[in-house]
Nanobody
Framework: QVQLVESGGGLVQAGESLRLSCASSERAGSTWNMGWFRQAPGKEREFVASVTWSDGSTYYADSVKGRFTCSRDNAKNTVYLQMDSLEPEDTAIYYC???????????????WGQGTQVTVPS
């Protein structure tokens, strides 16, 4: 079974930055894409960003475009989420995901990390 291990969350002030990391136990050759979801208190889980492993193409939710950058390191089987200009609205548990796809208008994934908390106080 694939394991995804996340790290890098924490509490930062508005306008500051964090970088999340997620390492996969599976070799990169078996990865279609990896990316990130988040879930804020009282809200549904939402797609944040992803990177396609083969060509490095990226996709972003409108709410984070221009502020977040998703990237990969093939040698480490690791995906990153660089979060700049953080806002209180970004406060959520961030979940790493592998092999994300869209079905019935929803983003789904085959594998999930344990989640890491990102808090940006008002």
């Amino acid at each position: 079974q694939v394991q995804l291990v996340e790290s890098g969350g924490g509490l930062v002030q508005a306008g500051e930055s964090l970088r999340l990391s997620c390492a996969s136990s599976e070799r990169a050759g078996s990865t279609w894409n990896m990316g990130w979801f988040r879930q804020a208190p009282g809200k549904e889980r939402e797609f944040v960003a992803s990177v396609t492993w083969s060509d490095g193409s990226t996709y972003y939710a409108d709410s984070v475009k221009g502020r977040f950058t998703c990237s990969r390191d093939n040698a480490k089987n690791t995906v990153y989420l660089q979060m700049d200009s953080l806002e209180p609205e970004d406060t959520a548990i961030y979940y790493c995901a592998k092999d994300i796809r869209i079905m019935g208008g929803r983003h789904l994934a085959d594998y999930w990390g344990q989640g890491t908390q990102v808090t940006v106080p008002s």
